[in-house]
T-cell receptor, first 114, second 114 residues
Framework: DAMVIQNPRYQVTQFGKPVTLSCSQT?????MYWYQQKSSQAPKLLFH???????NEADTPDNFQSRRPNTSFCFLDIRSPGLGDAAMYLC?????????????FGQGTRLTVV | AQSVTQPDIHITVSEGASLELRCNYS??????LFWYVQSPGQGLQLLLK??????LVQGIKGFEAEFKRSQSSFNLRKPSVHWSDAAEYFC????????????FGTGTRLTIIP
């Protein structure tokens, strides 16, 4: 089935040690989102790609970076994770121009910082 | 800027009772509106969506929602809840032009009691 896949499901990293989360999709959607969701809170948009156009939210810390090398893959890089970055990270895809307006979410990556 | 308000943080309903979850949005034009459900530790699943046309939309799992432009609302309803409906519910708004930003409300946690 076409879907959004996030790897790994669980990631433990050390304080200050760079970490990369990955997201892949088989939906061929041109929009990809990264959200951060802390416990009992709403998903918070970090950034999103509209095709290759990168849209960074104004309040996304510089510590968070993203790469989208092709349509299918998108990466979230946290350069120096702090304890406050422990959260669930959600990747989602959507499409523009094809009538598919809803976002499809992956299962998320739970990041623990020790 | 677009925004979503879910005034009820937590709702408790008896199994078999009816349910209404409130959602108000702020957006300069007719938005795309969504309801998502999230079980603990999981990604978000789309319940239903509104783009245009009939203001009463049907979704999965017996849910429906009504778009009311005059009230800027998109409330979610279910006539009879099941224990399996216990989850977190998020209302979301997406811009219908420009950069495709998807914004979530703060969520409503639904508890079902026997």
């Amino acid at each position: 089935d076409a879907m959004v896949i996030q790897n790994p499901r669980y990631q433990v990293t050390q304080f200050g040690k760079p970490v990369t989360l990955s997201c892949s999709q088989t939906l061929n959607h041109n929009v990809m989102y990264w959200y951060q969701q802390k416990s009992s809170q709403a998903p918070k948009l970090l950034f999103h790609y509209y095709d290759k156009d990168f849209n960074n939210e104004a309040d996304t810390p510089d510590n968070f970076q993203s790469r989208r090398p092709n349509t299918s893959f998108c990466f979230l890089d946290i350069r120096s994770p702090g304890l406050g970055d422990a959260a669930m990270y959600l990747c989602a895809t959507s499409s523009y121009g094809t009538g598919v307006r809803e976002a499809f979410f992956g299962q998320g990556t739970r990041l623990t910082v020790v | 800027a677009q925004s979503v308000t879910q005034p009820d943080i937590h709702i408790t309903v008896s199994e078999g009772a009816s349910l209404e979850l409130r959602c108000n949005y702020s957006y300069g034009a007719t938005p795309y509106l969504f309801w998502y459900v999230q079980s603990p530790g999981q990604g978000l699943q789309l319940l239903l969506k509104y783009f245009s046309g009939d203001t009463l939309v049907q979704g999965i799992k017996g849910f429906e929602a009504e778009f009311k432009r005059s009230q800027s609302s998109f409330n979610l309803r279910k006539p009879s809840v099941h224990w399996s409906d216990a989850a977190e519910y998020f209302c979301a708004v997406r811009s219908n032009f420009g950069n495709e930003k998807l914004t979530f409300g703060t969520g409503t946690r639904l508890t079902i009691i026997p």
